[in-house]
RNA sequence: GGACAGUUAGUUCAGAGGCAGAACGCUCCGUUCACAUCGGAGAGGUCGCAAGUUCGAUUCUUGCACUGUCCACCA
């Protein structure tokens, strides 16, 4: 029979359209805003959040695709100029991680190679998996536009990064010190507060007595997790107001194991209740304590090295890694007779957030970006309610952290990545410096904002600055994103995203972490392999449902599959229906109850996928989406139709049919777009019509450009 | 330590001051008629615990427990 050739098969087979159908697209030219015909005006914009070239894509990279490219593609069709920005992210510590372990698994180290023959080996990683992951974002069905990706560390990006460092400097928000800081002794580089995962530890808190210099047998007995790092001391701190110790202020107390003298003083940062209400003080190991020695003017007595070993110690402890010399100062003072008592303690240790090591906090000469404007700047964008949180209950935290927030330290002790562009300068910029710049660097900040007024008119940066929406995960809202808010403050005088939408961590299945490690982790293309992209993409969607969190399940994948050969299967037969008609695209008129009733229905889908589309609630709109397809349209008018069976009737069929398609088409790009391909021209061409209402021949073009259903 | 979120069917989640819902899974029945990736029927729940408000609470309030996340310089 003729009307199997329409669709010629009752099984869609994902594979067999899913290719043809991107390349269809992309020939079409209209992921790129300007090749898009002219109804498309307004700019709508968002950049890709760039994933990091360390390897593949995780499941969370595709809940942001679906969700960035439902987004992107409902404004497509409602007219808007789109431009969905793509690229990568150089991610400093974390590729060249990836890069010096493939090294070691060939017996060799990066320094092994030297510095530029190491970077060429990261260049030749970057160009490989960047590739990969731009090609899994088009296996999902992302519509970006390809001619604009870009990567933090392209020719035009470094532009931007020295303009930016150099712009700091000059304003004297730039300056250079030794501090004491974060360092990661396998990545032998500093790190950002924020770069620390903090893991809980048991340890012990161990009570040692320090001798009085001149009090007979007295002591002062001080609480301490660290004790290697007593090595280091310069003082012992009690608080003022503590009457178990006034007396002892100003004392000289002898340091055990290293016999020198150092001096009891009071200082009101010291916690009379915790633990014996006195500290040692080891001012260039601890935040507080250094604090302290500024204070009193402490020598600061480095202990433990850029390498997470002992030096400046007895000879007995040098060199030791830490641990070992926590277990040697241990069994010392319990030799000596001066460890009081130990008691179990849990406490909270930094780690560093690429390689798990633990975290020393040691003197080092760095780079800091003073913050107390810019955080001024992040603030008040959201405050002003300019920039605004989806869900807003993120935007408290966001304001608490720039509350308190601290000086940047910007400069990093790695090989990959910017380099700071000051003469003779080693070290690298923190890769988060580059993010921050990524909504306008992307789009030719800063050449195009030097061009002259009439290039700078066309340029992009004009056009799409500032973008719509930022959609992103929730635990680089201090880490990105209010680093982006300031820079487009102070760079381009404007907020660089109207919306950000704060999309739900997903987890396993028994509410973990997903994790490559332990084996957790869900590789998306696996998905789309068994079950296709569209049934990914709205199964993913049909999970979010407004919780932080989403426990990521596959039933909900294989109901997307099913759905996909619901509506391929509805759209046979609606094809079968309408052979030798020829249809508008206007509402028909209902006839029958039945026919009301899908119209009414279709009508408050059609509300319903608005409403919650323009409050970023995509499960609810997949949910509604559903139930209207299968359960209104399939179960009860699609069976009613073949009672009535009247032209009248067709009519209904084709336009719900249509329209259907169309509020699809965001979730399920592929198999709507296939459908629709196949929809007969005739029909179509009478539909399509001309600015002055005339009807245009032929001239069918993508679902992804059609009109989005209005009521 | 602070903040945020969650706790409802075997599983993942909706829901609303008044008979407890969907999807998947499970059981039974049904293939000439778009689709067995389907249709129909069914089993399955003290709605985390406790108190309060109310004629009535799974829903509102408070407290607690557990889970997850983010933030935090208590050694």
Not at 164 to 186: D, P, Q, T
Not at 253 to 279: H, R
């Amino acid at each position: 029979m003729q009307k199997t050739s329409l669709i010629s098969n009752g099984a869609y087979n994902p594979k067999e359209v899913e290719d043809k159908i991107y390349q269809l697209w992309e020939k079409s030219g209209f992921f790129n805003p300007d090749k898009l015909p002219p109804r498309h005006k307004k700019p709508f914009t968002i950049v890709i959040p760039p994933p990091n070239v360390t390897g593949e894509l995780h499941i969370g990279h595709a809940l942001n695709a679906t969700v960035q490219d439902i987004l992107i593609r409902r404004k497509r069709m409602q007219g808007y100029k789109t431009l969905w920005l793509p690229g990568t992210d150089h991610a400093g510590i974390a590729t060249q991680n990836v890069v010096e372990k493939k090294l070691r698994k060939e017996g060799k180290s990066r320094f092994d190679l030297g510095r530029e023959k190491f970077i060429e080996e990261v260049w030749k990683w970057k160009e490989e998996y960047g590739n990969k992951i731009l090609n899994q974002f088009k296996k999902m069905g992302s519509s970006c536009d390809w001619s604009r990706t870009r990567f933090t560390m392209d020719e035009g990006y470094s532009l931007a990064i020295k303009e930016a460092f150099l712009h700091y400097h000059k304003k004297g928000w730039i300056y250079r010190g030794k501090r004491v800081v974060n360092w990661c002794s396998r990545c032998a580089t500093s790190l950002s507060d924020l770069e620390l995962e903090y893991k809980e530890e048991k340890g012990k808190l161990y009570y040692i007595k320090y001798p009085l210099k001149d009090g007979d047998n007295n002591f002062i007995v001080v609480a301490t997790t660290r004790p290697e790092t007593m090595l280091g001391d310069t003082a012992v701190a009690v608080n003022l107001k503590d009457e178990r110790y006034k007396k002892l202020i100003g004392k000289i107390v002898v340091l055990p194991l290293v016999n020198k003298e150092i001096p009891i003083i009071a200082d009101e940062l010291v916690d009379k209740n915790f633990g014996t209400g006195a500290v040692k003080v080891t001012p260039a190991h601890d935040l507080i304590d250094y604090q302290i020695g500024q204070k009193h003017k402490l020598e600061s007595r480095q202990v433990i090295s850029e390498r997470g070993k002992m030096i400046e110690v007895p000879k007995k402890y040098m060199d030791l890694k830490v641990e070992e010399a926590r277990k040697m100062v241990v069994e010392d003072l319990k030799i000596q007779n001066i460890l009081e008592k130990e008691e179990d303690y849990a406490h909270q240790v930094p780690k560093c957030y690429r390689c798990n090591t633990t975290v020393e906090l040691i003197p080092s000469l760095q780079w800091f970006l003073k913050m107390e404007e810019l955080a001024k700047l992040a603030q008040t964008q959201v405050k002003k309610g300019k920039i605004k949180f989806h869900p807003k209950s993120f935007e408290k935290p966001y304001l608490d952290w720039l509350k308190n927030v601290k000086d940047w330290c910007i400069s990093r002790q790695i090989w990959w990545g910017h380099k700071i562009p000051i003469e003779g300068e080693n070290d690298v910029l923190d890769t988060w410096f580059s993010s921050a710049l990524w909504p306008f660097a992307t789009l030719g900040w800063p050449a195009s904002a030097k061009a002259t007024a009439r290039q700078a008119r066309k340029s992009d940066l004009k056009t799409f600055y500032h973008t719509n929406v930022l959609s992103t995960a929730r635990d680089i809202i201090n880490l990105w994103v209010a680093r982006m808010i300031f820079s487009g403050m102070e760079f381009m005088k404007e907020i660089p995203f109207e919306d950000v939408y704060i999309h739900a961590t997903v987890l396993t299945r028994d509410g973990q972490r997903m994790s490559k490690s332990l084996g957790t982790g869900v590789d998306p293309l696996k998905l789309v392999e068994e079950f296709g992209a569209d049934a990914t993409r709205f199964g993913i969607a049909y999970q979010i449902m407004g919780n932080q969190d989403m426990k990521f399940v596959t039933d909900n994948i294989l109901m997307g599959k099913k759905f996909c050969n619901k509506i391929w299967n509805a759209s046979r037969f609606v094809m079968s229906q309408i052979q030798n008609s020829k249809y508008e695209i206007k509402k028909p008129t209902p006839k029958t109850p039945a026919d009301k009733t899908i119209l009414k229905a279709l009508e408050k889908t059609i509300k319903l996928t608005d409403k919650n589309l323009d409050n970023f609630e995509f499960g609810k709109s997949a949910h509604t989406l559903y139930d209207f397809f299968w359960h209104d349209f399939c179960d009860v008018y699609i069976e009613k139709s073949k009672e009535q069976k009247s032209e009248a009737t067709n009519k209904i069929l084709f336009y719900v049919l249509l329209n259907s398609l169309k509020l699809l088409h965001p979730f399920m790009p592929f198999v709507t777009e296939e459908i629709y391909q196949k929809l007969p021209a005739l029909t179509l061409a009478s539909i399509r019509r001309s600015g002055r209402g005339r009807p245009v021949k032929n001239k069918k073009k993508c679902l992804m450009i059609e009109e989005w259903p209005k009521n």
